[in-house]
């Protein structure tokens, strides 16, 4: 692999494929920047687990798609989609693409959550659901304005 060819990696296919263990929940899908299917795959367990299997052998090709798609720069999709998935409730993954504000209401919401006024867990959970759908876009957007187009 030359160095070309690293620029433009911006996706990894080792955590699609282990995303595609959950992938009956749509996840890899929704990493690959595939938000339409990912959705259906949430909904029918991975289009009534066919379509789970068959995503096994079609990882590299949605890894290429979205290494054409989205834009390589200073903020990692990994990294982001890492923190999404394991802090996205504390909004830390906000925090990371520099969007200070709202990862504080994120961040605030799910400790007054955890301190039993549930009912604010409801806040994060939508922006959650929001960035789930939109992350690749958000930070294809970062890395667009950081490369200067």
């Known amino acids: 692999m030359n160095s070309s060819d690293v620029k433009t990696d911006t996706h990894s296919k080792l955590i699609g494929y282990l995303l595609w263990i959950f992938g009956f929940m ?3 899908r929704f990493y690959f920047g595939k938000t339409k299917t990912g959705v259906l795959w949430f909904f029918t367990l991975g289009f009534f687990f ?3 299997i068959v ?3 079609l990882i590299p ?5 979205a290494d054409k798609r989205f834009v390589h720069g200073p903020n990692d999709y990994t990294v982001a989609w890492a923190l999404l998935t394991f802090l ?3 909004g830390v993954h ?3 693409l520099g969007k200070i504000g709202t990862g504080l209401i994120y961040l605030v919401c799910t400790v007054l959550a955890l301190l039993g006024l549930v009912f604010m867990a409801v806040v994060p959970w939508i922006g959650v659901l929001y960035d789930l759908l939109t992350l690749n876009k958000q930070v294809d957007e970062l890395n667009r304005g950081a ?3």
């Open 147 to 149: 490369v200067g187009g």
């Open 94 to 96: 906000r925090f990371y």
């Open 88 to 90: 996205g409730a504390f």
């Open 55 to 57: 995503d096994l052998f």
């Open 26 to 28: 749509g996840a890899h």
């Open 50 to 52: 066919v379509g789970w």
């Open 61 to 65: 090709a949605m890894d290429r798609q």
